[in-house]
T-cell receptor
Framework: DAMVIQNPRYQVTQFGKPVTLSCSQT?????MYWYQQKSSQAPKLLFH???????NEADTPDNFQSRRPNTSFCFLDIRSPGLGDAAMYLC??????????????FGSGTRLTVV | DQQVKQNSPSLSVQEGRISILNCDYTNSMFDYFLWYKKYPAEGPTFLISISSIKDKNEDGRFTVFLNKSAKHLSLHIVPSQPGDSAVYFC?????????????FGEGTQLTVNP
């Protein structure tokens, strides 16, 4: 089945130690998104790629970076994780068909713990 | 600045009854609205959407109503089933095209009791 896969499902990292979360998709969607969701809060968009074009949200901290080496993969790099970065990180895609009629397709998320 | 708000963190209903989940938005540019359902340890899955040119969209047991003047939408689930127990997110975008950014509400935990 075509899907969005996030690895790992759970990630524990040390305070200040760089960490990378990965997302892959088999949908051939041209847009990929990274959302951060903290407990009982709304998912918050960090950035998205429209094909190779990177779009950063104005309030996304510089500590967060992203790479998209090809259509299928997108990475979220947290350069120096702080305790406040502990959250669920959701990757999503949307397709070239031009409509949001069916919304985004989300991965299962990576829960990041910072110790 | 929370542009999409779901004021009820939780809702509990009996199986077979109607569940009504509410969502309010503040941004007049939003013209496309979606509901997502999320089970624990899974990503959100798309449930139903509505364009601002409509005031109602129905898909089986799920109906979304949009009141543009009040900037309010609601999701009705009839009849509710225990398997509907999940967190429901309301989302909105300005535009329907691929690449449009979705802004989410905080979610409402629905519990359907047998």
């Amino acid at each position: 089945d075509a899907m969005v896969i996030q690895n790992p499902r759970y990630q524990v990292t040390q305070f200040g130690k760089p960490v990378t979360l990965s997302c892959s998709q088999t949908l051939n969607h041209n847009v990929m998104y990274w959302y951060q969701q903290k407990s009982s809060q709304a998912p918050k968009l960090l950035f998205h790629y429209y094909d190779k074009d990177f779009n950063n949200e104005a309030d996304t901290p510089d500590n967060f970076q992203s790479r998209r080496p090809n259509t299928s993969f997108c990475f979220l790099d947290i350069r120096s994780p702080g305790l406040g970065d502990a959250a669920m990180y959701l990757c999503a895609t949307s397709g070239r068909q031009g409509a949001l009629n069916y919304g985004y397709t989300f991965g299962s998320g990576t829960r990041l713990t910072v110790v | 600045d929370q542009q999409v708000k779901q004021n009820s963190p939780s809702l509990s209903v009996q199986e077979g009854r109607i569940s009504i989940l509410n969502c309010d938005y503040t941004n007049s540019m939003f013209d496309y609205f979606l509901w997502y359902k999320k089970y624990p340890a899974e990503g959100p899955t798309f449930l139903i959407s509505i364009s601002s040119i409509k005031d109602k969209n129905e898909d089986g047991r799920f109906t979304v109503f949009l009141n543009k003047s009040a900037k309010h939408l609601s999701l009705h689930i009839v009849p509710s089933q225990p398997g509907d127990s999940a967190v429901y997110f309301c989302a909105a975008s300005a535009g329907e095209t691929s690449g449009s950014r979705l802004t989410f509400g905080e979610g409402t935990q629905l519990t359907v009791n047998p």
